[in-house]
């Protein structure tokens, strides 16, 4: 489990194919490494990764072809930044919400404000029944709280201290994220699915949930 805080930054140095999937070498500072002994679990881009290796200067994660298919690795450019996190211990302070790294879907930054002001991002339709207005959100391992909740977009609030301190100073309309709904969220729906059937996510998805 992550919490969505965003104190660790760094850089995919390189992404090679391997049989039923592709391996990431990502550069990070000491203090990061630290955490990424063989074995250990890493939120990268929201992503829940194991490390498998690691040196002085970075750690290298193995990729399914589902987790390809179902987050950005497979698009991000070599050099990119990327956010890191390790895993929440016991007795460490949650001041985000609990994330999983499990991604639901990507998304995609439809518009963003300058300085302090509100950032709108496509979603899956199939992500509506899971969120909801001052709802939490992971958007590429960050915990957001959404400001208003469509069926296929929805809107956060930024503040310039986020923004200049993670990878959303350099994105423009149009780049791709990886999205997790909150887990609560996750699990109401599924409730209702198989008490209700599946109509009842079909009108969440038409109307969203208010």
Not at 63 to 76: D, N, R, V
Not at 126 to 134: I, N, T, V, Y
Not at 180 to 194: C, Q, S
Request: aromatic share 4%; with cysteine.
């Amino acid at each position: 489990m992550f919490t969505g805080l965003i104190r660790h930054l760094g850089t995919l140095e390189a992404r090679a194919p391997r049989q039923g999937g592709a391996r990431l070498r990502i550069s990070a500072l000491p203090d990061l490494l630290e955490r990424a002994e063989r074995g250990a679990s890493i939120c990268v881009n929201g992503a829940c990764l194991t490390a498998v290796a690691r040196d002085g200067r970075s750690f290298e994660a193995d990729l399914s072809q589902e987790t390809l298919l179902k987050t950005t690795f497979g698009q991000l450019s070599i050099g990119e930044m990327l956010h890191l996190e390790p895993s929440l211990r016991v007795g460490d302070p949650l001041d985000g919400h609990l994330v999983s790294g499990h991604v639901d879907g990507v998304g995609r930054l439809v518009e963003r404000a300058e300085g302090e002001g509100i950032w709108r991002f496509s979603m899956p339709i199939e992500l509506a029944p899971m969120c909801a207005a001052k709802g939490s959100i992971t958007i590429d391992g960050i915990s957001l709280t959404m400001v208003d909740c469509g069926r296929e977009d929805f809107s956060v609030a930024l503040i310039p201290e986020t923004v200049s301190h993670t990878r959303l100073a350099t994105m423009r309309p149009g780049s791709q994220v990886n999205l997790e709904a909150d887990p609560i969220g996750r699990f109401v729906a599924r409730t209702l699915a198989l008490r209700q059937g599946d109509a009842t996510l079909s009108r969440f998805a038409q109307d969203g949930w208010q």
